[in-house]
């Protein structure tokens, strides 16, 4: 289990190196492919690298008739109080949800004897040659490398949110 700390401290330093071209789909699943370089804490000039997949599901509309008809346990009046700000608010209110969820069958690693620094340039310099639209390299934290993976996650739903937005209200979903 990770501690508070150790999630801020992956959240402060994780990098992306190399961002995807593409953004998360509106329609339809987005599979985005990642290497993560990590240098583990107690060891200098060795570098993990893991790839893998990510896979976005299509971001989801959530409007005020399903808040109206959401269940809150344990809330109290606190939900009371939402669910009633929601009515008085909600008409014009429509926000995304997006959902992630890891393939960890295609999680590979392996370690180089390197310094970072020789690995993060060459490993870049790989992806840009390859021009994959979909890939991203990123600089995590080893211990906690997954929790780099989803802050990569949620730099991607922040990108994606204004296209996203866009798509649904030309189609006239928003």
Do not use: C
Not at 45 to 54: A, L, N
Not at 92 to 106: E, I, M
Not at 142 to 161: H, N
Request: charge should be negative.
């Amino acid at each position: 289990m990770y501690r508070e700390d150790d999630i801020q401290y992956a959240m402060e330093t994780t990098r992306v190196l190399h961002e995807p071209d593409r953004r998360i789909d509106t329609f339809g699943n987005t599979s985005f492919e990642f290497s993560i370089l990590t240098e583990p804490m107690d060891e200098a000039g060795f570098v993990r690298i893991r790839d893998g997949r990510i896979e976005a599901g299509s971001p989801k509309i959530v409007t005020p008739e399903i808040i109206r008809g959401m269940q809150f346990e344990g809330f109290g009046e606190q939900a009371d109080r939402f669910l009633q700000w929601w009515k008085d608010n909600g008409p014009d209110l429509a926000v995304l949800r997006y959902g992630f969820h890891f393939q960890k069958t295609d999680i590979s690693e392996h370690t180089v004897h390197e310094p970072i620094e020789d690995v993060r340039a060459r490993v870049v310099a790989e992806a840009r040659r390859r021009a994959n639209p979909m890939l991203a390299i990123i600089e995590g934290v080893d211990d906690t490398w997954e929790i780099s993976l989803l802050k990569f996650g949620l730099d991607m739903i922040q990108k994606s949110q204004g296209i996203n937005l866009f798509d649904f209200k030309r189609r006239g979903l928003l």
